[in-house]
């Protein structure tokens, strides 16, 4: 079992930055593959970034050149980089850890941009 703690959400004026954090309660394998999804009200949840193992990292068109999803290995932790932030980022934040056919989640952080 993997445990994710996400940290760092928070209310912000569009524009505004913030920096989500995921901290693993195990180490984080070169082999997972780590993501963040976000749900807003009424939506179903939707991929926002995620990093691969090997590849391309993955971004969603509605936040490319403003989010940047990194691992730090060494603290067990995956961040989320939000620039620009835009009312519209406005959800629940999750963090997603795939490994092989097990997939684990965190129990989501709060972001709202208001205009």
């Given at each position: 079992q993997v445990q994710l703690v996400e940290s760092g959400g928070g209310s912000v004026q569009a524009g505004g930055s913030l920096r989500l954090s995921c901290a693993a309660s195990r180490s984080i394998f070169s082999t997972d593959v780590m993501g963040w999804h976000r749900q807003a009200?009424?939506?179903?949840?939707?991929?926002?970034?995620?990093?691969?193992?090997?590849?391309?990292?993955?971004y969603a068109d509605s936040v490319k050149g403003?989010?940047?999803i990194s691992r730090d290995r060494a603290k067990n932790t995956v961040y989320l980089q939000m620039n620009s932030l835009k009312p519209e980022d406005t959800?629940?934040?999750?963090?997603n850890l795939v490994r092989g056919v097990r997939s684990y989640w965190g129990?989501?952080?709060?972001?709202?941009v208001s205009s």
């Open positions: 009200p009424g939506n179903e949840r939707e991929l926002v970034a995620r990093l691969p193992s090997g590849g391309t990292t993955y403003r989010f940047t959800g629940v934040y999750y963090c129990q989501g952080t709060q972001v709202t």
